[in-house]
């Protein structure tokens, strides 16, 4: 059945590590968007595609990174630049031109 | 600058009381407005919607009122069941911008 996956669930970074978080999707969505949130607060855009091999930065695109080279794979890489690192990461997709984004599951990262 | 504002961050409620949710905006462009609800640690999931067209949607135990004049929506749900306890989301949009998120406000729907 169609949906999002994230992986890893728990995701581990040592200091000056780049990581690397996987979004997928199966429902031919042509957008795909990664959102980071912290506690008590919203959802904050980092990058979205609306495309494949075309991606805009969000709000907070300092210390992140993206590629778009399918249209069903969105992986979001957290560089060393990215000072704050610890936090939900959340990978979402929509149809073009529709509202309604949906969501996968997250990925927690935390920094050893 | 918060375009997207949920005042209160928690809600108690009664099984069976109707909950309402509150959202306030800033931007009067604004034309689209969704309600997310999310357990933790898991990714929110879409409730409802309403275009700037209309001051009422409903679906189920969901309605989604619009007051574009005071730039506000609320969520209520009822009655309200325990399994209703979760961080509620409130995102608007223009166009085809992206999302705009609330900080959420959590329910606690007591048995």
């Known amino acids: 059945d169609g949906g999002i996956t994230q992986s890893p669930k728990y995701l581990f970074r040592k200091e000056g590590q780049n990581v690397t978080l996987s979004c997928e999707q199966n429902l031919n969505h042509d957008a795909m968007y990664w959102y980071r949130q912290d506690p008590g607060q919203g959802l904050r855009l980092i990058y979205y595609?609306?495309?494949?091999?075309?991606?805009q930065k969000g709000d907070i695109a300092e210390g992140y990174s993206v590629s778009r080279e399918k249209k069903e794979s969105f992986p979001l890489t957290v560089t060393s630049a990215q000072k704050n690192p610890t936090a939900f990461y959340l990978c979402?997709?929509?149809?073009?031109?529709?509202?309604?984004?949906?969501f996968g599951p997250g990925t927690r990262l935390l920094v050893l | 600058d918060q375009q997207v504002k949920q005042n209160s961050p928690s809600l108690s409620v009664q099984e069976g009381r109707i909950s309402i949710l509150n959202c306030d905006y800033t931007?009067?462009?604004?034309?689209?407005f969704l309600w997310y609800k999310k357990y933790p640690a898991e990714g929110p999931t879409f409730l409802i919607s309403i275009s700037s067209i209309k001051d009422k949607n409903e679906d189920g135990r969901f309605t989604v009122f619009l007051n574009k004049s005071a730039k506000h929506l609320s969520l209520h749900i009822v009655p309200s069941q325990p399994g209703d306890s979760a961080v509620y989301f409130c995102?608007?949009?223009?166009?085809?911008?992206?999302?705009?998120f609330g900080k959420g406000t959590m329910l606690l729907v007591s048995p």
């Open positions: 979402a997709s929509s149809p073009a031109s529709v509202e309604t984004q949906y």
């Open positions: 595609s609306q495309i494949v091999n075309d991606f």
């Open positions: 931007n009067s462009m604004f034309d689209y």
């Open positions: 995102a608007a949009k223009r166009g085809y911008s992206t999302l705009t």
